[in-house]
């Protein structure tokens, strides 16, 4: 932190259950991070279920009686989430006056315009994807339905709230621009960025590998493929299952390393159906500081995301491993690995299975491609960087309030 540089008090409205291991709650807690390391106080109201996390202030909502364990998704249940976190949020600006309200998610993002209307602090709206995208990802609303185009309606009115909205990609702020019209200057692009010293190539010792694959289960002389992230149907997480059985098939020697949740255990049993007994470990939840010890096993790794307007800020994590990265063919995917990236046609596991394979065959190609995605995560995706970006959002934000 430079001498001059103004540090703010800032209320974070998080409408989920933080801190699950998986990308969209990344973000929330490295900006957190962040914001306190360049001198700033932060806090983060959110909803009763979640983990802690060191050197991050956490306010909980109640829980609602019938739903104790809510966690993860899209769900009914949220709007009663909704409510006690409106609540929780007002109790919290109130008692701790805020320089600026923090938003992520389109709830977070209501709930802080009302707060900021009422307390006279600018609002950061940090867009994480369509809300009604993730609604059709997640089956919980039909495109085609009568609900869909009101929500599209409600969902544009949200957006054109804030005072600035932060974006992860360009990508997003295209659609932000196009879709929804909101003004230009107001979107800012910070995009999801990588701790390149905890996340490196190294991190295991050849003896802490063996150990760990024998710990897993793989077979010591077995290629490994790595996936790190949440396990649904938009995340393409079928689709990574029919690649890897058809991969196996061609390629015996070929494991797939398969981390996250929610549904492993129905995941699992499917992979077993197509024939994949023997050749694929799904390990559940990875805590989020375990994860590059596990990545690390990984000789290729692979991004299955098949949203058309949310980040993936697992590529991130590989690329700062220097794992060679096989990904469809998506805007968001492009953005981030560029020209060192591998992609397959979105949606289609025969073509995943033939990257994946490209890449395990040819350790050379392999190689190159891994050091070239690390630098870019050095070069382009520092968290550093990109809190002082907020930072700079805030500044802006408050002279423009003193006018």
């Keep these: 932190m430079t001498q001059d540089q103004t540090t703010y008090n800032v209320l974070m409205i998080a409408p989920t259950s933080f801190f699950l291991d998986y990308g969209c709650h990344v973000r929330i807690a490295e900006e957190a991070w962040i914001l306190e390391k360049l001198g700033n106080k932060v806090t983060i109201v959110t909803y009763y279920k979640g983990g802690d996390l060191d050197g991050v202030t956490i306010e909980r ?11 993860v998704g899209c769900s009914r249940h949220k709007l009663a989430f909704d409510v006690l976190l409106s609540i929780k949020s007002l109790e919290v600006a109130l008692r701790n006056k805020p320089d600026i309200i923090h938003a992520h998610l389109h709830e977070g993002a209501l709930i802080g315009y009302v707060l900021g ?76 960025c990588v701790n390149t010293d905890t996340f490196r190539p190294g991190v295991l010792t050849e003896e802490e590998r063996r150990n760990l694959k024998a710990h897993l289960g793989i077979p010591p002389q077995r290629k490994v493929v790595v996936y790190l ?48 007994a023997g050749h694929v470990t799904f390990t559940g939840k990875i805590p989020y500081q375990l994860a590059p010890r ?25 690329m700062a491993l220097a794992l060679p990265t096989v990904a469809f063919d998506t805007p968001v995917s492009r953005e981030y690995l560029d020209e060192w990236g591998v992609y397959a046609e979105k949606g289609n596991p025969a073509a995943l299975a033939e990257a994946l394979g490209s890449i395990l065959v040819d350790e050379q190609r392999a190689t190159a491609l891994g050091a070239g995605l690390r630098q870019r995560a050095i070069a382009r995706y520092s968290w550093e960087g990109a809190g002082r970006q907020v930072l700079r959002i805030y500044d802006s934000l408050k002279r423009q309030q003193r006018i």
């Excluded at 909502?61 to 966690?71: F, K, L, N, S, V």
């Excluded at 409600?154 to 804030?162: A, H, N, S």
């Excluded at 003004?183 to 995009?191: R, T």
């Excluded at 991969?247 to 492993?264: D, N, Q, T």
């Design 229 to 276: 992230g949440l396990l649904a149907e938009y995340q393409g997480t079928p689709l990574l299952i029919q690649a890897a059985a058809q991969l196996v098939k061609a390629r015996p020697g070929v494991h797939f390393l398969i981390m996250g949740f929610p549904g492993e255990e129905d995941y699992r049993a499917y992979a077993h159906r197509l024939g994949l």
């Design 117 to 192: 209307k009422l307390r006279g602090v600018p609002l950061v709206f940090d867009f994480q994807g369509s809300m009604t995208g993730e609604m059709m990802d997640h089956h919980f609303l039909n495109p085609d339905g009568a609900l869909f185009g009101p929500l599209r309606w409600l969902e544009g009115v949200i957006d054109r709230l804030p005072q600035a909205i932060i974006t992860s990609s360009r990508h997003a702020a295209d659609l932000l621009r196009n879709e929804f019209h909101c003004h230009s200057d107001n979107i800012h692009i910070v995009p999801d």
């Design 294 to 318: 596990y990545l690390a096993l990984g000789d290729v790794a692979v991004s299955t995301k098949i949203s058309a307007t949310e980040g993936s800020g697992k590529l991130l994590n590989y």
């Design 61 to 71: 909502t109640r829980p609602i009686p019938w739903r104790h364990d809510y966690e």
